[in-house]
């Protein structure tokens, strides 16, 4: 298994540009999550999805979309970038069978300028 | 809301020393996950305790919960330079259909000094 795969893994956007970030998940998790992390901080909740075609916001959602069109994707929607937003990026997936322990993908590095 | 406090926030330790990190919670719960995470890296689960009185060990790591209180503790033995890192503790929230989803704590850098 790959497990949770993210692309790009840096990014650097122009105010006002947007951009997707990918997520997939080959472990048939139905819970899938995107954080944001800002240098020497925890991890905040963006969005999160219980299964293909059902999402809800997290805690910092404002100037982010998503959407779960099959388990396996979780695509993270940027629209009109702001300097705000540079942050680095993590999706996750989780399965009731394991707890709901999260498997964290690798990261996407994203600066606005 | 649901608030997730650890300290210290940052450690600096001798090796061969012991400490513990402390991981305290605002709102009954009853799964806490530690996590750890080397500087630019993606998070690594560590610990996954779903009762109270739950310890587990992972070699000179051990992780406790006392849902009572709302505390778990990282315990780390005699540390080695490799258990540099900086490590998160998260909560569940309170449960409710279609709702699991974690709280991370603002996370302890420790750093192991030789």
């Known amino acids: 298994n790959a497990g949770v795969t993210q692309t790009p893994k840096f990014r650097i956007l122009k105010i006002g540009q947007s951009m997707t970030l990918q997520c997939a998940q080959d472990?048939?998790?139905?819970?899938m999550y995107w954080y944001r992390q800002d240098p020497g901080m925890g991890l905040k909740l963006i969005y999160y999805?219980?299964?293909?075609?059902?999402?809800d916001k997290g805690e910092v959602p404002n100037g982010y979309n998503v959407s779960r069109s099959t388990t396996e994707d979780f695509p993270l929607r940027l629209e009109l970038a702001a300097p705000s937003q540079t942050s680095v990026y993590f999706c996750?997936?989780?399965?009731?069978?394991?707890?709901?322990?999260?498997?964290f993908g690798p990261g996407t590095r994203l600066t606005v300028t | 809301e649901l608030k997730v406090e650890q300290n210290p926030l940052f450690l600096s330790m001798q090796e061969g020393k012991n400490y513990t990190i402390y991981c305290n919670y605002s709102?009954?719960?009853?799964?806490l996950y530690w996590y750890r995470q080397d500087p630019g890296k993606s998070l690594e689960s560590l610990f996954v305790?779903?009762?109270?009185?739950a310890v587990k060990q992972e070699g000179r790591l051990m992780a406790s919960l006392d849902t009572k209180a709302r505390l778990s503790t990282l315990h780390i033995t005699a540390a080695v330079h490799d258990l540099s890192a900086t490590y998160f503790c998260?909560?569940?929230?309170?449960?409710?259909?279609?709702?699991?989803?974690?709280?991370f704590g603002t996370g302890t850098r420790l750093t192991i000094i030789p």
């Open positions: 305790l779903l009762s109270n009185g």
């Open positions: 472990m048939n998790h139905n819970y």
């Open positions: 998260a909560v569940d929230a309170p449960r409710h259909f279609g709702n699991e989803k974690l709280t």
């Open positions: 709102t009954t719960s009853d799964r």
């Open positions: 996750a997936s989780s399965y009731e069978d394991k707890a709901y322990e999260q498997y």
């Open positions: 999805s219980v299964g293909a075609g059902i999402t």
